[in-house]
């Protein structure tokens, strides 16, 4: 049976795999594992409830607290918020731990639950194997006074603005800002938040109705944020996601900028002010290679992790680091927070703006960014990437030929027989040729036999 918790909780089509009926018992399982485990005998665990706005997540969200409460919780109900700050809150409320449904970038009819432990951090792997095994298990079920209770977190969002306010280094004052709010759970708080920052703020994305979300908007779809910035003569615009743990940017200019070169300007300025713990910033390896170029000359060391930003989080805590993130924009502050946060991200890039007085494509100019191409190679032996001596020689003497101002990267699919294959090189025709030549010998020496090819894919 396969594993229920992909990469970032639990996730899939609402009313398909993510029912009424599964939210309540993974609820209920949680109860145990984060709740009556954690506490003292004799102390009702407390729970933070948040959501996106998707139409699903208002009876999915009713679910995991009649869940949650029927196995003896209290629950705060925060409402729509994004996932940071429901991390956020747990924290705060000194909650014993959390709950975000919401599906992040996925199309609205998607929608998904993600657990915070004790400080609003995310689970570790084996958590969510004990709480799986749990959902099997025979549960007492409390009565009378035992029961949890539901309650309205009410000043939920004014919290987390607060907190947001007394992160930033600089006002915003003078900023022209572009907001775009994936028609997510942002679309309430973010405007709010730069604009009490200071900066005078047009906001698109924000009118969410349950169904539009990331439709055609946000981090995944940058055209009208591009549009808006160029046509309200902006400063910068700042894209979110659904559940608004990432950001993506555009400069004055209308061009985009990723998070590779957010996490760029924010590593330099941290190291400027003495705050970039060890002057390391950890990335996953997807991480553009002009990033890597660009730091090392300014003396900051990349700590290069697995792709998912659970893992860019596993070695910030375990090294104390100060900054981490991706490229997609999962962008990471340990000293303010537990998890990406991409409003958080977006006043911290204008706060840079503010201080420094230069625009945002002269701070992107930090970094080159090298020509990357990604290759998907389709029906192959992806567990043979690693071990095929032909396909590694091949490798070899690619990077060979690329030397220090290229990367070759070959990446199995975690679900599907797929291997990815990645090249950054000094410009495009190089990195295209490479990732072509390097496609052509997965596919030889990789292909699937008849009887491997006869298998279902991993779901």
């Known amino acids: 049976m396969s594993r229920l918790f992909g990469t970032d909780g639990v996730r899939g089509l609402a009313n398909g795999l993510i029912t009424a009926e599964l939210s309540m018992e993974v609820s209920q399982a949680a109860a145990v594992v984060l709740g009556h485990e954690q506490v003292p005998e004799g102390k009702r665990p407390v729970a933070v409830v948040a959501r996106d706005p998707r139409a ?42 959390g709950v975000m449904i919401s599906a992040s ?45 539901i309650q309205r977190f009410s000043d939920a969002e004014d919290r987390y603005i607060v907190h947001l306010l007394q992160t930033l280094p600089a006002r915003l004052d003078g900023l022209k800002i572009v907001l775009d709010c994936a028609h997510g759970a942002a679309s309430g708080c973010s405007p709010q938040v730069f ?34 910035v160029v046509k309200h003569g902006a400063n910068l615009g700042i ?19 990723d998070g590779d070169q957010i996490m760029t300007i924010l590593a330099l300025a941290l190291k400027d002010a003495g705050k970039l713990k060890d002057n390391v910033l950890v990335a996953t390896v997807m991480s553009n290679l002009g990033m ?42 340990s000293d303010h927070a537990t998890t990406g946060d991409g409003v958080l ?25 090298l020509p990357q191409v990604l290759i998907n190679v389709k029906g192959v032996d992806k567990a043979a990437v690693k071990t095929n001596v032909d396909l590694q ?16 990267l070959l990446r199995p699919s975690g679900t ?28 030889q020496h990789l292909a699937l036999k008849p009887a491997q090819a006869a298998e279902p894919a991993a779901s």
């Open 56 to 97: 699903s997540g208002e009876f999915i969200s009713a679910a995991v607290s009649a869940g949650l409460a029927s196995a003896g919780v209290d629950v705060f109900d925060a409402g729509v918020l994004p996932t940071p700050a429901a991390a956020y809150l747990v924290a705060d409320l000194g909650a014993d731990f």
């Open 105 to 149: 970038h996925n199309a609205a009819p998607d929608n998904g639950i993600k657990f915070f432990a004790r400080g609003g951090h995310k689970l570790p792997d084996e958590v969510e194997d004990a709480i799986e095994a749990e959902m099997k298990a025979e549960r007492r079920r409390p009565t009378g006074a035992e029961v949890g209770r």
């Open 195 to 228: 604009a009490d920052a200071g900066a005078q703020v047009i906001v698109i994305g924000a009118e969410p109705d349950g169904l539009n979300i990331n439709d055609g908007v946000g981090s995944t779809h940058l055209e009208k944020l591009q549009e808006a």
């Open 239 to 257: 894209a979110h996601d659904g559940d608004a743990d990432r950001c993506l940017a555009v400069d004055e200019q209308g061009t985009v900028v």
């Open 292 to 333: 890597k170029l660009a730091l090392r000359e300014a003396g900051i060391r990349i700590e290069e992790t697995a792709v998912g930003d659970r893992y860019v989080l596993e070695s910030m805590r375990a090294h104390g680091y100060s900054l981490g993130g991706e490229q997609s924009g999962h962008v990471i502050f």
């Open 345 to 369: 991200t977006g006043l911290q890039l204008a706060a840079q703006i503010a201080k420094t007085g230069r625009p945002l494509s002269a701070l992107a100019q930090a970094m080159t960014r």
């Open 393 to 408: 020689l091949a490798v070899e003497e690619a990077s060979r030929e690329l030397g220090e101002t290229g990367r070759v």
């Open 416 to 443: 599907e027989p797929v291997v990815r294959v990645m090249v950054e090189a000094a410009d495009m025709d190089t990195a295209k040729a490479t990732a072509e030549r390097l496609a052509d010998a997965v596919k």
